[in-house]
């Protein structure tokens, strides 16, 4: 017997999140029947292209005008995503934002240049698997999970996020939420800066700028962990919380003279502009300078300069996962804030210290 699409489709009547949706939409959870006939596993057939169903409103911070920045954000409803071919959907319980983003024009527009205001801002999450697409594998309905979001889609300052499966990784159940969302870009930058791109290794010196901040202070205890010599620098306040995270030295950007450090093997630069330009002067020779907030502007006479976008990586967030929970790295939360809270969280009235992070659900 062969069947049409259409019979196909009938056939079939939900796939993994949709019943989970509209039990969620009816207070209601997955009953023992459910799970047993293998509705925790990845759906096997496409989902039916025919089913409707009443949109389900969540939630969301959305931003429109780049030129006013995180004074644009606004706290709307918004339909809850849908999973698309590997994705999951994710029910956010916190969520991380790079201020920096409201710059980045996969902000506002997608891979093919295309508008996509109103978009939803921050990519980092920590939340659990509520919805399986088609095709989706090595996750599963109710897994807790923390990660990085793609840059073009809407992200994770909203009550749910579609996302694909391989930039999550599972997140322990001794470990919070809220220090789940603060280490995916902060942790995979330094990660990522400092070994793939850096080459660092034991016995090397390392100059991280804004050591006292969220991806500074990683670098800072990973480059110590591995058996580098870590200068860290920073305003004249940091200097105590520079030294705690690890640095051997610190060094003020205000009073001190930066060119006195000496020449280092490795430069991270958070910050860039004069500080950047002025670092390339101090790599010795074969070194590199490791930039995430663009080109450099200068560039080693000799040595290497380079510029990177975080990428997510499930071995690498696996790993500095594990960091944390044997004490070997330390978060750097400052503000916690509420979803409904989060405008104001993003837009401060004075210089507030560690990383600020959205919990989204109680």
Known sequence: MHLTPREVDKLISFTTGEVARRRRASGLTPNHDEMSNGLSNPATFPPNRHMTEATIPMKAIVVTDQAVGTAGM??????????????????????????????????????????????????????????????????????????????????????????????LAPLPGDLDFTVGASLPISGLAAWQGLFEHGRLQAGQSVLVHGAAGAVGSMV????????????????????????????????????????DVGGVHLVFDVIGGDIGKRSAGLIRAGGTLVSIVGPPEARPADGLAVDFVVASDRAQLSQIVQRVRDGRLRTNIGNVSTLDDAVAAFNPTARRKGKTIIRVRP
């Open 74 to 167: 606004t706290l709307v409803e918004r339909p809850e995503p849908q999973a698309a071919i590997n994705d999951v959907v994710v029910q956010v319980h916190a969520s991380g934002f790079v201020p920096t983003e409201l710059a980045w024009p996969s902000t506002w527009t997608d891979r093919l240049d295309r508008d996509r205001t109103p978009s939803i801002p921050g990519h980092e999450l920590a939340g659990v698997v509520s919805a399986l697409g088609y095709g989706t594998t090595g996750l599963s309905v109710g897994q807790r999970v923390f990660g990085l979001t793609d840059w073009s889609r809407d992200g994770t300052l909203a009550e749910y996020v579609a996302v694909e499966a391989r930039n």
């Open 220 to 259: 800072t205890q990973l480059a110590r962990e591995v058996g580098a010599y870590v200068i860290g620098t920073g305003r004249a306040a940091d200097r105590q919380t520079v030294l705690d995270f690890g640095a051997h030295v610190f060094v003020d950007l205000e009073n001190d003279v930066l060119e």
